[in-house]
Structures are given as structure tokens and as C-alpha cells.
């Protein structure tokens, strides 16, 4: 049962606060009378094990009870947040899923049938094991999305090893690795989730001052519209003690003002694909761009300056494409890297190369170049 470490802790930190929404705190008490309402709704709705559900929400008490009843059950679940509503048709398309659950704010859930169409052997592995899932959709920004099957008893084994309780705020979405790996970070550790709904540099900074957060996982980008705004100027972030930062290059200007900013937090390099989940990671600094990856279940290895991954956790496949793995399980991720001893720096995706004159180039080198010259703001 795989969430039966997860129910110990919540048993044993009833009174702790595992959400704050809306600044209304949750307790692990109340998660869990509602994973188990839930299940029953599972239930009544004809939701047994092996079925395939649409959790159609953004983080939220709810979605987060839902999902961990899935998970309980047995169900295969497939998160998908407001953000990629354009793609709804197609993610439905190729995921092929029985129920689809809407949850909209204060709205009673709305509870959709579909009818299965051809059955998919990676759902039937999981169903013949009797292992939940987890279906999470690659962003597809030059063609279709790529649907990744995992096995959610593998994902969450990481997470029985102890780790720091820390008061986090989930910037990245309910639908995106990371997001997830905060989110059963965070529950693992009986620690507190502070849910934004907002994610503008302000309204962050808000939450960070309002709810003493002490973890922000965020994206580069963010981090450079947060220095751009001066928000944190605005706002006590003293309670922050790390920011960590993944899903994109991290320019070298941006992290050096960031550690110059914020000289009492930890600034750590995160790195994961949905494919085999997120790694372990140590940075070689706050200001530096190198990291060292993998821990317990990953190994790493460089071929032809790609980096590759081979990993417990990885996923069975992908619902609507070829294997990208090789034929000894090594993951291909297509991440231009350097290495020095054992720390990388992850120069940016092999086709996001520009051929200059025989040269190869990277982007995030130019903008970097861009980001030093007086004349230019951003």
C-alpha cells in the first residue's frame, strides 16, 4: 500500500497545519477525513482501481485529497491545471481516461464519464501489478504532447528516507514533476504547503511575509521578473531559507544577483525531468551555476556531452511515443552539459543549439552577454 508511510505521518502530526489556502489552514487531521471522503466518492462514482481520472484543478485541499485517494485506490491520475486549457481536448485525447474531475473553487465537483477507448498496455502493467499511476503531459510547444506513464509506487519511494520540515510554498503547477515532488516533499516531512493562486512576483512575496514560508522552489524566470519588480523590497522575506530553481537555464547574472540579494538563503540548482522525477541535487554555491545530481535510486553518466539518467523511479513509457530510452535503461534527456569533476552545468537543450558560423551557440550564453550591458535593462 503505498501510501500507508504517508497516512503514519499524518497520524502522528494530526494537529500540525498541512495546507494554507486562502490563508484558511488545513490540518493533517482534516486531510485525512478527506482522503477518506473522497474515497468514498471514488467509490459511489464507480471509481475502482485501475480507473483513469482527470483531476482538472490547480493545488488545493481538495485536489491534493483527491489525488492521495487515487493514489490509495489504486487509480491511475492524470493532474491537469486552468494554465494548459487550450490543450484540454488533446491531453484527453491521447491520456483516454474514464472520469475526469473538475474542481472549481467553492463549486460542487463536477464528475465527468467518458468512454474508454483502445486499452494501453502501460495502464494494464499497472493494473496487473496493482500499482496506482500517474500521467503527466510534456509541454509539446513544438508539436504534440508527449503523455508519461509512472508507476506512483516508484515515485514516492524516494520519499519515505526523512527529510527537513519546512514551511514551502509550491510555485510549480500540480501538473508539472516538480510541483509534485514539492508537494510529497513536503507531506512526508509533515510540513506546510502555503497555496498561491497568484503567482506575480507580488502576491508571492505576500505570501512569503504573511506565512513566515521558508522554502520557494521557482523557476529562473520568475526569479528575474522578482529582481525586475523589486518586490522584495516591498514585502519581510526573512523567514526565506531556500530558493531553488529548475525547469530552465539559469542565467549566470541572475543567480549572482540573487545571491548578492539574499545573502542569508541557500540558492540551490534543481534538476528533474517528467520522465524519471527530480534527482538530488547540491549546488557548488549559492552564486554558481554548477551542481552535482543523483542521490539514492539515480545514476548519471555524459555521452557525446548529453547527459543521460538511469533511474528507479523512471516511467514505464510514454503513451503516444517511441521509447527514449536506450537498450541498457539509460534516459536520454536531449541536456547539453559540462563537466567538472563531479559537478555539471547544464548548458541548455541539444536543439535549442544555434549554429553560428560553424559555432555552436547557446542562447542562454547570449542573453547572458545581453544581461551585462549598461544600456540594456532586459
Known sequence: MPLQFLRQIFEDHRSNTALIHRDRPFTYDWLLGRIDLWRDQLTSHGVDAGRVVVIESDFSPDAVALLLSLIETGGIAIPITPVVRGKREEYLQIANPDRVVTLQNTAPPQWD?????????????LREVQHPGLVLFSSGSTGQSKAVVHDFTLLLKKFIRPGKNLRTLPFLLFDHIGGIDTLFYALSNASCLVIVEDRSPDAVCAAIERHRVEVLPASPTFLNLLLLSESYKHHDLSSLKYITYGTEVMPAATLERCATL???VRILQKYGTSE??????????????????GGEGYRTRV????????????????????????????????????????????????????????????????????????????
Do not use: C
Open 113 to 125: 464519464e467518458l468512454t474508454p477507448g483502445i486499452p494501453n498496455q502501460l495502464y494494464d502493467h
Open 262 to 264: 539574499f545573502p542569508d
Open 303 to 378: 555521452v557525446d556531452g548529453i547527459l543521460q539518467i538511469k533511474a528507479e523511479s523512471a516511467m514505464l513509457g510514454y503513451l503516444n511515443a517511441p521509447s527514449p530510452f536506450t537498450n541498457d535503461g539509460w534516459f536520454v534527456t536531449g541536456d547539453v552539459v559540462e563537466q567538472d569533476g563531479d559537478y555539471l552545468r547544464i548548458m541548455g537543450r541539444e536543439s535549442d543549439i544555434i549554429n553560428v558560423g560553424g559555432r555552436k551557440v547557446y542562447s542562454a550564453d547570449v542573453e547572458a552577454v545581453l544581461q551585462q550591458m549598461d544600456n540594456v535593462a532586459e
Open 276 to 293: 524519471v522525477g527530480t534527482l538530488r541535487s547540491q549546488s557548488r554555491g549559492s552564486d554558481s551555476v554548477w551542481v552535482r545530481i
